[in-house]
């Protein structure tokens, strides 16, 4: 609306879907107004760390102009322990942090969500007066839904643990499936609940979409199109989800199975 233009970066498919410290500071400059780091991330599943926290605040500190934005809403579905909060390491960068109640709290219909400023050198004072008149323009959540949040926010969590080690269970099975199907292959999530897969049967390596579209009209199982995401970085990946129950999955992946044999050897 106001005139922003997005640029990505990339990320190492190779190693986890990490991002590319290096390709993100070849991509600075004095007009970059929001580096944005979503963490654990969608669609990939990367959890950073406090090493690649640091090193994206290093990058950020050294332009002015730059806010970082974190978008942490996949926070406690973290199976790899290294997950930390952007704002926690830093102590000069702004940084705009984003979370909310539907992913980790399993409540995606309160539509409840969250900004927080973390302003150590004070450098926000402008964008919070402009948020705040923005804020009174809109309508809030509703007052039962923050409430429910707050309790959420402030009572006790150990009931996220099961919901967090049966998710865990079902991303081991889809890996281990994956790693017997000819013509997929996968870089293991460290977080949230999605993997992005990649396609290596020469077919479709190069058609995400179509293999989408016709593994849905075929087989019922829908995906999503890694090149929905990215045109060039996604293309030859699908995002999929693995929240459903392990025999949900099971007849998923028995499907896409199904589906790729029929192609590779030419059978409609």
Known sequence: MYGGKTIEYNLHGDDDWRPDFDDIEQKMDDDVRLLVLINPNNPCGTV?????????LAIARAWPNC???ADEIYDGLDFTGRHVSVASRSEDVPVISLNGVSKVYY?????????????????????RDGL???LRSRLCASTPAQWGYLAGLTGDRSWMRAYSERVQT????????????EGLEVQAPGGAFYMFVKLTDSKWANDDKAFVLQLLHEEHVLLVHGSGFSPQRGCG?????YLAEKDVLKEAFDRIERFLQRHRFGHQ
């Open 48 to 56: 950073c760390g406090a090493e690649d926290v640091d090193r994206l």
């Open 67 to 69: 806010i970082v934005v």
């Open 107 to 127: 409540a995606p219909g309160w539509r409840i969500g969250y900004m927080a400023l973390h302003d150590p050198a004070h450098r926000l004072s402008l964008v």
């Open 132 to 134: 705040e008149r923005l």
């Open 170 to 181: 079902q991303r081991d099975y889809c890996l281990e499936r994956i790693a017997n199907i």
């Open 237 to 241: 990946h699908v995002r999929m989800v």
